[in-house]
């Protein structure tokens, strides 16, 4: 009878397929909400999101789509091997949709829009007393959302669980106490080495249209296919869509340019990825990304390992020069190097340097690990998150707005657990970086050449192409030979930095 | 049992407004289309408005939904007359969404989206070969929607209820001959007039981003609120969304800066409707409005009555002139005034004069009756549109693109029965026109000091925060005394055309 189970098999990713498209719109609605949405339209908006999650889950969640999972992982025979990994893949997001109740999915979706939209007005004014209330609402939705998930060990597990699977807390401790051992010290020596960048930005402006234009010449030169995504201006920068339609968003500061340069880089890293997907895998697990921890080793990878090293400026730095015209006169590559590559104790995570960037992300680790375990409270925020960055990064915080506990858009929308993958991201890229530079012996002249095709056919065969059909450990260990380790991102960081600061 | 019928009445309003929000995230996602959308994620776009469309049918056409109708009809004395009014409208709206299948509800939508899309290509190139197998399978498919609607007389009569209840065929082409037997004359003497507007814009360049910046400025101070709703450029030249979030756009030539003004001017008029709905009213038909006609009405007042009037420009041109520095230097109010009311023979229905501009609707009306009743085919159309052109406007189209068959993009989307709502907004408007003088006799002085408190007051009164609650002659006769006619739009026209071109 293996007909009947190819039968459910197409059955069961129709209805996916058709999950995904809901999906698909809720996407727009965010992105058009963050980068279009006019201010009164707040209310309309959070409706649309609410209602169009609850169709979604009430869908997906229906007894025909568990009948039809059962149906194909009896037949497991007659699937083929990457079908069956849909099927497992399906069965995961059906298992954790259906320990939701519907209404909690509904109010948790339409509390994320109210609490995203009083964020951006609390955080404009640095109050965070006007944040609280809808903060405190949706944290307790989430807290109902992981007893539902159900977890072992910290409530914050179920909560990674939706970006990093098969990751905990306690995983997660072990990974980053390694970077931390090597960061701190090293950051600190090149703090204080007598090498360091000659430049002010800060005395030029560099007019946002000229920043996009050259932003958008690059990723297009690089490989991002404008025929199928776009750039453009939100608050918080992100990528959301998918094949066919990916969007980048980035932030313009016309007195320090290279935030959005190597912003617009980091995002079409994103981008890339979604770019990169089997076609003929659409809508189904297949054609999404692994986790969030792999995304974000792809965008750290064009912003950091590509974007900020000496043969990628190479090609581009006479190009970003004259396309500036006097604004980067009397700076060299060599400078410019350095100042891209400045390190310096920050206060705002987006605009942290490669070096201090894990610090920004292990202190909101820890304060999510320590909300969700109920030992400290949303009206403690201010004072835990200030402790803290004195504690790791020796500063103070001058406000609870954009320089503070307000800085970030993720707890605004209820994306708790989140911010662990960055720094995940960080270590993969490390372990992916370093096969690559064995398997692709002229990579670095080939970026000097601008060109990047070896380098995407590299990360489409070994990543991108793969979507969810094996688990992070399973990919790393078919692309690198290994299991998920440090050891290659902190050599990497090591040389790098001693090698630009003559440590 | 008063208070049932009272909680039927919530149950199917609640019901009525989770089909309001889905169509707004339609809208959204129509409205990205057109604005924003990269050309690859067309398919996935048509994907997502189909099934959109689908669970919104699904949902409305429930048995549930019939029965709460029926309750709430015989409960009908406990209701007021608001209520009563918006169950009518319920009711009115069911019965048509029932009349058709489910799978021809995803078919069209799906067909309008691809149509579309090959129209934006087909347009560019002028090629109407490469248009017409998608438009065949879209006509053919609103031939079947007919049919399901059922119609007296002509299948168009079906499509124009949709968009003008209560009009017909027969109807409008009464109308259509009494504005056709003034206006063809007219215009026949207003283009051999010696009194001719001595202006050449072509000689100037007039860059988008100032004309966007003062189409903005304007918006704004008649009284278009920023907090609830935006200014974007597309192809067509829309309004779409409601209250809290309406979005206008327009499209700008750099050599003819009159057509962006006026289409932000219209489309203005559009939101200006929207967002004077009665707020507690959202979500159900009386939030909505009336018929397109009524809403052209609206545009075309602000459009041609208030904004082609020298007392608006008496107040604007001094800003206008100030704002484009030497571009207009030299040119008069009186030349502007003459320039803005030239009137000739030309291809562009929406570059079309105020005068001109019903023989565009009526040759297409003309069309569209012929193409439904099965009088002509889909292949006829560029001959047809041809000959048509030639005998009422005297022009021969020079290609079947964006000078010909192709410049709109209606029937692209599936809107045939759309166009002769524009004629009948204009005579709508020549009625309201006048009772409004009559009403508020310093009007024109408030209109040169730049004061439109009153007449946004009168029309919100009148017109916009009715909704839908009367049909358009009862709306008519309660604010004008009298049922729709052409006579004061004719005088209108007459009185205007005469007194500029001194005839």
Known sequence: MATDYRKSYEELTERVRQHQVLDGIGSVLHWDMQVNMPPKGAHKRANQLALLSGIAHERFTSEKVGELIQLCESGNGALSEAERANVREIARDYSRATKVPHDLVVELSRQRSVTHDVWTRAREKADFAMFAPELEKLVALTKQYAEAQGYEGTPLNALIEDYEPGASVE???????????????????????????????????????????????????????????????????????????????????????????????????????????????????????????????????WENYIGRSLPFWKKFYPKLQSHFGGELSGMSVNDWMLAINHVERSLVRVEADELTYDLHIILRFE???????????????????????????GLTPPNDGKEGVMQDVHWSGGSFGYFPTYCLGNIIAGQLWKKMNADMPTMKQKIENGDFAEILAWLREHVHKLGRRFSRDELLLKATGKPLGTEDYLSYLTEKFSSLYKL
Chains 1, 2 share one sequence.
């Open 171 to 301: 995983f997660l401790t072990k990974l980053f106490n390694e970077v931390k051992a090597v960061t701190v010290p090293l950051a600190e020596r090149v703090v204080n080495s007598s090498v360091q960048a000659n430049f002010d930005f800060e005395k030029n402006r560099f007019t946002a249209e000229k920043q996009r234009a050259f932003g958008e010449e690059l990723i297009y030169e690089i490989g991002f296919d404008r025929q199928g995504g776009r750039l453009d201006t939100s608050i918080h920068p992100f990528c959301s869509g998918g094949l066919g339609d990916v969007r980048l968003t980035t932030r313009y500061n016309e007195h320090a340019p290279t935030q959005a340069l190597f912003g617009i880089i980091h995002e079409m890293g994103h981008g890339l990825y979604e770019q990169g997907v089997a076609p003929e895998t659409y809508g189904t697990p297949l054609s999404e990304a692994l986790s969030l921890g792999m995304h974000e080793s792809q965008s750290r990878m």
């Open 367 to 393: 304060i999510e690990r320590d909300l969700f375990a109920g030992d400290i409270s949303v009206s403690d925020l201010p004072s835990v998150w200030n402790s803290k960055f004195e504690k790791y990064l």
